[in-house]
């Protein structure tokens, strides 16, 4: 890989998360700072913003309509709004803009004189862009690899929908970058990828980052707090700290706990109804929405839960934690534990298992020294394989083999 290569970064997103931080990390912390970075975002991702302010001075930004937001558009048309509920012409309409994305696509790239694409993606099989420029790539001559961050949705080996997928990933011959060794493991058997296609890369921290984004609420957390952060969804597991909760409170009825993260209100309505109907206290439940800086809040924080039940392929708030020095909890379930070493930096609890996840907050919750242990053992965990300045390297390695193995 030569100095002062050019990389594209291909990013279709809906959702502000990890995916984005994760991104600004590796851009942010490349060891070749010669090299340049072609950001191409969809024009309706909730991050926009975020990655504006924090890749301004390392990418030049390119914008674009997805298929889906081209879809969401149309919808907004009367005629088209009814038209598209008619399976066969929504089909046709999809096959269409497929198709137009692909040499809106093709012309950009072929316009771009680069040496790389990285494809940043959540859970696979991911975005539609994606395969198209997978494509486009393949007929200009260069290479290309797909970050994917989750996991898949159900067995897929044998949907049509992934068959696909899985042809043109081989044919185009695209590279498979997975987050987690779990998640490495689930794109083997459930979605049928080649192991030899994919390479695992930890995610990577940056602590640094994270702080220029100031807490412009200036939240003060309570003495005694355990917290939960991230996005508010059934995957995430909040119903069953809630559950938790009310066996600690019983022992621990000074405890207070601190739910941080947007999300499904839906979701929100039923964990607040768990709260009315299990007679929790609510006084000692604090609920603040997502802020681009949760280290001013983790900070205060003295525990901190992640009991995720699924679709939890490395576990970004744990790895947060660790860096500031914080003890975990985490259920054992996909790359949480890899991050969390159980006994070590933390405790990991078998999924779904209330009665632990009690017996654990309250055994780290009336020990301080433990607790201290824990986050010092944590943080070394951190600085030895979740920094971002690892991470970069990582990918940076990687990417200049590729290019060497034309």
Request: proline letters at 2%.
């Amino acid at each position: 890989m030569k100095y002062g290569s050019k990389i594209i970064v291909w990013h279709e997103c809906y959702v502000i998360g990890g995916s984005d931080w994760s991104i600004i990390d590796m851009i942010t912390n490349w060891p070749d700072k010669k090299c340049s970075f072609d950001f191409f975002v969809n024009k309706k991702h909730e991050g926009l913003k975020l990655l504006q302010k924090s890749l301004n001075k390392n990418c030049k930004f390119n914008y674009y309509d997805s298929v889906i937001e081209k879809i969401n558009n149309l919808k907004k048309l009367f005629l088209f709004k009814h038209l598209l509920n008619i399976s066969f012409l929504r089909k046709i309409f999809v096959i269409y803009y497929l198709i137009s994305t692909f040499f809106f696509i093709h012309k950009k790239l072929k316009k771009k004189k680069f040496d790389y694409i990285l494809i940043n993606n959540g859970g696979y099989p991911g975005s539609l862009t994606s395969y198209l420029v997978i494509i486009s790539s393949f007929f200009l001559k260069k290479k290309v690899a797909m970050i994917i961050r989750n996991f898949p949705d159900h067995n897929y080996k044998k949907n049509l929908t992934m068959l696909i997928v899985r042809f043109v990933i081989k044919l185009f011959n695209c590279n498979i970058i997975s987050v987690s060794k779990s998640l490495k493991k689930s794109l083997e058997i459930d979605a049928g990828i080649n192991r030899e296609k994919i390479k695992v890369i930890y995610n990577g921290i940056s602590i640094q980052n994270k702080q220029r984004f100031l807490n412009e609420k200036k939240v003060k957390v309570k003495n005694n707090s355990v917290g939960i952060f991230g996005r508010i969804e059934p995957r995430k597991g909040h119903h069953l700290l809630i559950m938790a909760w009310k066996l600690v409170e019983k022992k621990l009825p000074n405890l207070n706990l601190y739910i941080v993260g947007n999300g499904d209100s839906k979701y929100v309505k039923s964990l607040k109804k768990i709260i009315n109907k299990e007679n929790i206290n609510k006084k000692k439940i604090t609920w603040l929405n997502y802020t681009n800086n949760i280290y001013t809040l983790l900070k205060q924080i003295d525990l901190v839960i992640v009991p995720s039940i699924k679709f939890e392929s490395f576990g970004r708030v744990a790895v947060e934690a660790m860096a500031l020095k914080k003890p975990i909890i985490t259920s054992n379930f996909g790359g949480l534990k890899e991050v969390n070493i159980n006994k070590i930096t933390g405790f990991t609890v078998n999924i779904k298992d209330k009665k632990m996840f009690s017996n654990k907050i309250i055994e780290l919750m009336t020990n301080k020294n433990k607790r201290t242990l824990f986050g010092i053992r944590g943080e070394k965990n951190f600085k030895k394989n979740f920094t971002s300045s690892i991470m970069a390297k990582k990918y940076y390695w990687f990417v200049k083999k590729n290019l060497q193995n034309k």
